[in-house]
Each structure stands twice: as C-alpha cells, then as structure tokens.
C-alpha cells in the first residue's frame, strides 16, 4: 500500500515536470478547446435574450457560467485516450508495461492526476480571461465548492474507467475508430456537453439519469453553477461513487479477458 | 499550364492510392454522418426554443450547416493533408526532396496529398444544404448559384493561405504540431452564421482565421443575404491572401537550412 502510494506521488510529480515544459503545446490545444463552449455560449445566450431573459432556467450570465465551468470540467474528463489504447496494443508497447508490477491503468490514473495539477494552473488565467468577457453569475455555498472539488476527481476517476473499457476493444478487434466517433457523439449528447441537460426533452433527461455520462459532466458543474439540495448534492456523489465501483468491476473482467487475447511481441 | 497539369497527376495518383482502400469509404462516410447527426441535434435543440436565431430561419441554418460540412470535406481531403505533410518534412528536414524537383515548391508543397474518401463530407454536406435551400422560402436562381460557386471557391483558397502561412511559420518555429487542434476547434465556429457572434470574436472569425469566408460568405450567396460589393471584396481580400502567403512563404524558405536528410 505505501509503495503503491509512493508510486502515485513520485508519478504524479514526473507528469508535473513534463507538462510545464511543453506549456505552449498546451495552450494551444486548451485554447483551441475553449472554442467548443464559447460557441455553444454565444448561441445559447443569443436565444436566452431573444426569449425574453432565460431559456430552460438559464439566463446569459448563468450559460456563461455553465459554460465557463464546463471548461474545467472537460479538462478533467480528458485521460488517456481510447486511441492510446489502440496505440499500446496493436504497437505491442503493452509488453512493457505488463511485466512492471505496477497494473497499467494504475499508472494512467497516477500520470494524469499530475497531469491536472499543471492543467488547472494553466486553466486559471483562461478562465478568468472568460469571465472578464462573458460576465457569469456565480454564487457557490460552501458545501457546494467542496462538493464541486470532488466531484471534478470523481468525474476523472469514471471517465478513466469508461474510456479505458473502451480502449480495451482493441483486444479483439483493430478497426475501433468508427466505435470511438459512436461513443463520443452519444456522450456529448446526454452528458451536458453540449447543452445543459435540463434544455433536453424530458424523456432524454430521464435516459441520462440512468446512465454515467451526465455524472462526469453535468453533475459537477451543475453542483458549482446550479442551486441543488444538501440531498441533491450527496446524491450525485453516491451516483459518482456507484459509477466508478461499477466501472472499476468492469475494468478487471475485461482485463483478465483480453489480456488473454494479447500475444504482441516486442515493444 | 504546367502547374495545372502537375496538379493533376499528382491528384490521379492520389486517387488511385485511395482506391486501394475501398472500404474506408464506408467508414468515412460513417464518420460523417455521426458528425452530422450531433450538429443536427445542435440545431434541433435550437428550434425547439425559439423561432429563429439572430434573424436566421431554421432552413438557413441548415443551409449553412451544410456548406460548413462540405467546406470540412475540402479542407480534410486536400488542403489540410497537404499541410501537415510539409510540417512534418519541414520538421525532419526532408523537405529537401520536394525542393530539388524542377518545378515551383510551393505548388509542388500544396498539390501532393489527395484523401478522396473524405469527399464524403462534400456529398453529406451538398445533401443538407440543398434540403435547407428547399425549404427555404426565398428564391434560388442561377445567379445565386454562380454567385455560391465564386465565394465557395475564394473561402476555399483563403483557408488554404490561412493553412500555408501558419505552416510556413514552422521555418522558424519548429514545433507547432498543435496546430491542427486550434484549427479545428475554431473551424468549428462556422457552424453558425458569425453574426451571431459578439464584435471582437466576428472581426477574428473574419480576418484572424478566415471562417467567415469560408463558410457564412458562400451561404449568405445563396440566401441572398449578399451585396454584390462584398463579394467583391472577398476578391480583393483572396488575391491579397494568395500575395502575402506567397511572399511570406519566400522569405520562410529562405530560412531553411534542411538537415540533409
């Protein structure tokens, strides 16, 4: 346990290393990021005040904050891709991580928690660039910035464990990409990426309950943007905890399987 | 003459490489239309709270959704793969190559590549935008059409110069491979007409990054939302493009020291 501990810390702090010295690259794509939500932000707000101040219970300055919010939040959610996974099994670098005795994914989750370290420093000047433009309305409690903190680790820790399954389909097959593209445009619908869920129909809404994507994204900006209960707010987190127990579960079965499918050489 | 006939071999043997691969067409074609189906979801969440945007109909939209889509296919067949070769040699040094034919390197850095398979987001994207233009209750005439063709082709070009003057910022630089993610990420604005958009991001949408050109002005000719006097100064604006990527490339050149690669 301590060693694994040790692992994570020692991992984390090379991850921080490594991300500041390519701060520039990392600009570029936070900034080429950040056209996402400020897109759907004009659009949102521009209707918002063609109907009369609020659509779907959100005024300008509550999209600004939704979607200002939104830009940590997908910050968080990015981990190692399903593409890297594709990498790592048909390049056969996968050789190299099994025979450390340190399980693969333990060491994705230590690396990209460093990672956000760096990004959430970076974030901070962008996200107050944001605001001095866009102006979002913001009034968190106390209860809900600390619910808010982890619920962004929470999201991070499920959308490990639903992209790292995703990943492992290279297993069995080699064509995933196709896959890939399904999966992300089905998540960007009902996890609030695209629009806050409450602009969705009612039956959507009722759908995305019932499955994780909306507690990586919506659920930890809304905790911050929205005015949920005490109970709201426990609630969510259990979700989160339910998702990432389950989620884990599903990791090592299908580890155990395709490990057994793997036979590259090399790496 | 020579160059055109250069651009079309290279584009023949672009072609019959793609052939060799025939089901990526497919699952191109799948892409697209995942692609799509979430843009349409975008636009059906819009009119299912309010009647128009900015003074833009539903069938308008869709009008430019689909030249948006098309101008994607374009870009990805031809001018990005294109770039991100030279980037690439220009980044190893083997640019040397290219440079030692007997024929102008910038055409020659421009005309290689050819991915005929994403043309598939030209064919889905024509589909879209003649759905909207058919909805649509203005009129559509040849001249509109002549007047779509014109500004699709100078949108297209623009981008190009776009796409070559920050490549060509790589003879200094090196190391821009992020590149292609900010591009994508604001190519992505031109989804929506950039009169939506608030002053200081149209002006940038317009000059900065020619989306602007490349999507809303060739829409705007259909929809005759466009004075003749613009599309003029589109022309102006293209030639002056093609100038200054011209020059700049020059000097870019000149900065080149290959690594004998």
Redesign the interface.
């Known amino acids: 346990m301590r060693r694994m501990l040790d692992y994570f810390l020692t991992s984390m702090k090379v991850a921080v290393l490594i991300e500041f010295q390519y701060r520039v690259a990392q600009y570029f794509y936070m900034i080429g990021m950040m056209a996402e939500p400020v897109i759907y932000l004009v659009v949102w707000s521009t209707i918002a005040n063609s109907q009369g101040g609020s659509v779907g219970g959100y005024t300008a300055t509550g999209f600004a904050a939704y979607y200002i919010v939104w830009t940590l939040v997908r910050n968080m959610n990015i981990v190692f891709t399903p593409y890297g996974w594709e990498w790592r099994i048909r390049q056969g670098r996968l050789s190299m991580e099994l025979v450390r005795p340190i399980h693969p994914i333990f060491s994705d989750i230590s690396f990209f928690s460093g990672m956000k370290i760096v990004v959430i420093i970076l974030w901070l000047p962008l996200a107050l660039l944001l605001s001095l433009v866009f102006k979002p309305e913001l009034h968190p409690t106390l209860l809900e910035v600390v619910v808010f903190f982890f619920a962004i680790w929470g999201a991070f820790l499920i959308r490990t464990m639903l992209v790292s399954l995703l990943g492992m389909i290279t297993f069995w097959t080699t064509r995933v990409g196709a896959i890939y593209e399904l999966f992300f445009a089905v998540e960007l619908v009902l996890s609030g990426r695209l629009v806050p869920m409450t602009l969705m129909p009612a039956w959507v809404q009722q759908i995305a309950w019932y499955l994780p994507f909306q507690w990586c994204f919506y659920f930890p900006i809304q905790a911050l943007v929205g005015s949920m209960t005490p109970a709201e707010l426990f609630t969510g987190l259990g979700l989160q905890l339910f998702w990432i127990l389950v989620g884990t579960l599903f990791v090592n079965v299908v580890w155990k399987l395709g490990i057994r499918q793997f036979s590259a050489v090399g790496g | 003459m020579r160059i055109l006939y250069l651009a079309w071999n290279y584009l023949r043997v672009g072609v019959l490489n793609e052939f060799q691969y025939r089901v990526n067409f497919f699952?191109q074609l799948?892409?697209s239309l995942?692609?799509l189906?979430?843009g349409l979801?975008?636009l059906w969440?819009?009119f299912?709270?309010?009647e128009?945007?900015?003074g833009w109909s539903q069938p308008e939209l869709l009008a430019v959704m689909g030249v948006f889509v098309m101008m994607n296919g374009l870009i990805q067949s031809y001018i990005q793969p294109n770039m991100t070769r030279l980037l690439g040699e220009i980044q190893d040094g083997t640019l040397d190559f290219a440079l030692t034919k007997p024929a102008d390197a910038q055409v020659l850095a421009s005309v290689r590549e050819f991915r005929l398979w994403s043309l598939a987001d030209v064919i889905v994207g024509m589909i879209v935008l003649l759905i909207g233009i058919n909805q649509y209750t203005g009129t559509v005439g040849p001249w509109q059409a002549l007047g779509f063709l014109v500004a699709l082709l100078m949108g297209g070009l623009l981008i190009y110069c776009f796409w070559l003057i920050i490549t060509t910022t790589a003879f200094w630089v090196i190391?821009?491979?992020?590149?292609v993610?900010?591009?994508?990420?604001?190519y992505?604005?031109g989804?929506?007409p950039v009169s939506?958009?608030?002053n200081w991001?149209r002006l940038s949408l317009t000059f900065l990054v020619p989306v602007a050109f490349a999507v809303t002005v060739p829409a705007s000719a259909l929809l005759n939302r466009l004075t003749p006097a613009t599309l003029l100064g589109t022309a102006g604006l293209t030639l002056a493009f093609l100038v200054v990527a011209r020059i700049y490339w020059r000097i870019g050149l000149r900065n080149y020291s290959g690594a004998s690669a």
């Open positions: 699952v799948g892409q995942v692609a189906s979430t979801i975008g969440l819009v299912s709270h309010t128009e945007l900015n190391r821009i491979d992020q590149i993610n900010l591009f994508e990420g604001i992505a604005a989804r929506w939506i958009y608030p991001l």
